[in-house]
């Protein structure tokens, strides 16, 4: 969220997926599919294989779906498993208080609904004497926040930040249970330039928190979006923006590792969904049974993009020597509502996102690389706020409408995750509009043609049937070891015979179901095999 109001940066999608082989991490992978233009593909030229080669390389990627579905099955098994067991060392879910519309309850009416749902943190994007005062005795704890526009004021003066301490904390707490103050928001991607005074408005803050004794109850942490970061993929080679290490990274978290802070951490997957829709898994997304992810990296397997973006943030920090500082996930959501081109924004799929994540977070558990780092984080919003600016979907991340009623049923509390069930996936979520190509590109089905192919479009061009054929041997769980250098289907070694391959692995183990050869329109069915159609590697 780029601002104290409450828009998120939709101009800028992070995406932290990784492009590895997703078999069983037991055994010996290749070496990496990724985008680059060095593609290890290309490291050595073989003398290409006859076209009987070639019907071998399909026919053999056509009979795993019965393993695969063990697999996913015994995966299941585990997670309820292992989530059962960890009730008892969980993280914490919170949620965002924002109040951009001109029809919200009363704020002691918001207290009473936060109470009710067992939600016992909270965040707001201000310090509202009526808000404050409403929480006052409630046993909720509060993050209240000092708004960009007040940096500058903070930073230069002491006793303005003493002053404004005084009026917002030291007049509310302890009765009113204010655990830390976020100063700014997101000041990275503020247009109005006020990075450097960050960090003083910080040290002034705190000296004011130290002044009144209450430095050890009250943190002070500044949350960054995901923007902030250089590199986000794999998650393993996280890294912050190079002109932002010695200016304010590396003075932010020695401030935070010697006040005993934490980094705060504002993450959209949804963002980076939406923009990648056609190459990022939407049950990766949405924390849902998938293959899992491995990172290239350092071998660790994903099966969420939360994890790995987040991972990416712990990996940047470590990257600097900062090991041993916290993250608190300040603000994550998904859009119940958006308009035609925000893919994805949907009642089901925010529900499934946000229940799946408060199961994740209270069953226990860090991420991949933090597995002890159990997690605090705010769902954004509590309400949807009619009077905010931007997109559709802008209006329409809360959980609630004004008049209290759910938009959709998730639980909140460990207790509610016992009767809790994602609702399955439809073939189309969201505000997708994916239509069945014309010309057969997913729209044959095994029901209607017995035996088809997925073959890559020779016209779709290089560059995206590059990401293309990287999601499948990726996130899309195909079986690539044929295609790898020295294999027996990895000539002939061009792009388009390659994604062909991948294309018709991924394809046969989704049981060739409608919408599993489109690929983003870089794949189409074929119903005769490949060497009686148009020899897909002929125009090669």
């Known amino acids: 969220m780029a601002t104290n109001s409450g828009s998120h940066p939709t101009t800028t999608s992070i995406v932290s997926i990784s492009l590895s082989s997703i078999k069983d991490s037991s055994v010996s992978h290749p070496p990496t599919l990724t985008a680059s233009t060095t593609n290890p593909r290309n490291h050595s030229k073989q003398k290409p294989l006859s076209l009987l080669s070639h019907m071998l ?104 930040a003493s002053t404004w ?32 005074y960050l960090i003083p408005a910080m040290k002034n803050l705190h000296d004011a928190l130290v002044k009144y004794n209450f430095n050890n109850d009250i943190k002070i942490s500044s949350p960054i979006a995901l923007s902030a970061l250089q590199n986000s993929y794999p998650s393993s080679a996280g890294s912050f923006r190079p002109e932002l290490v010695e200016s304010v990274f590396k003075p932010l978290l020695d401030f935070l590792r010697q006040t005993g802070s934490y980094l705060m951490v504002n993450a959209y997957p949804f963002f980076a969904y939406e923009s990648n829709s056609d190459v990022i898994s939407l049950d990766y997304a949405l924390f849902r049974e998938n293959p899992g992810v491995v990172d290239a990296g350092n071998g660790l397997r994903y099966f969420s993009l939360f994890d790995a973006q987040i991972d990416a943030v712990f990996a940047a920090m470590s990257a600097l020597k900062y090991d041993d500082m916290k993250v608190v996930v300040t603000e994550t959501g998904w859009p119940s509502k958006g308009d035609e081109n925000e893919v994805g924004a949907s009642i089901p799929n925010a529900a499934a996102y946000n229940g799946n994540l408060v199961r ?91 035996n088809t192919w997925c073959v890559a479009k020779g016209d779709a061009g290089k560059e995206k049937l590059q990401s293309a054929l990287d999601y499948a041997c990726g996130e899309g769980g195909a079986d690539c070891h044929p295609i790898q250098p020295g294999a027996t289907c990895y000539s002939p070694n061009t792009v388009e015979a390659h994604a062909s391959f991948a294309f018709n692995s991924y394809y046969q183990k989704k049981s060739r179901a409608i919408g599993t050869c489109y690929f983003g329109g870089a794949a189409y069915v074929v119903t005769q095999p490949p060497s009686e159609y148009s020899n897909p590697f002929s125009r090669i």
């Open 57 to 160: 390389c399909f026919s053999q990627n056509q009979n795993q779906n019965q393993n695969q579905s063990m697999e996913r099955l015994a995966f299941s098994c585990l997670f309820l498993f292992v989530s059962l067991l960890a009730f008892a060392d969980a993280g914490s879910i919170g949620v965002n208080y924002g109040r951009i519309a001109n029809n919200l309850p009363s704020a002691s009416k918001v207290v009473s609904l936060l109470k009710s749902q067992g939600l016992n943190r909270v965040k707001v994007f201000d310090s509202d004497p009526a808000v404050l005062q409403a929480l006052s005795g409630s046993g909720i704890k509060v993050t209240i926040d000092l708004p960009n526009e007040l940096l500058f004021a903070a930073a230069r003066s002491k006793s303005y």
């Open 165 to 196: 301490v005084q009026k917002n904390v030291a007049a509310y707490h302890p009765s009113t249970q204010i655990e830390a103050i976020a100063v700014g928001n997101e000041v990275f991607v503020d247009t109005h330039n006020i990075t450097r």
């Open 360 to 450: 994740r977070i209270l069953t226990g558990g860090g991420t991949p690389l933090r597995p002890k780092a159990d997690l605090t984080v705010y769902l954004f919003a509590l309400f949807n706020e009619n009077n905010k600016n931007g997109p559709t979907s802008e209006r329409n991340y809360g959980l609630f409408y004004p008049t209290e009623e759910k938009v959709y049923d998730i639980p909140f509390t460990v207790e509610g995750l016992k009767n809790y069930h994602d609702t399955p996936r439809t073939p189309v979520s969201g505000n997708q509009h994916v239509k069945a190509p014309v010309n057969g590109g997913g729209g044959v089905s095994k029901s209607t043609s017995g």
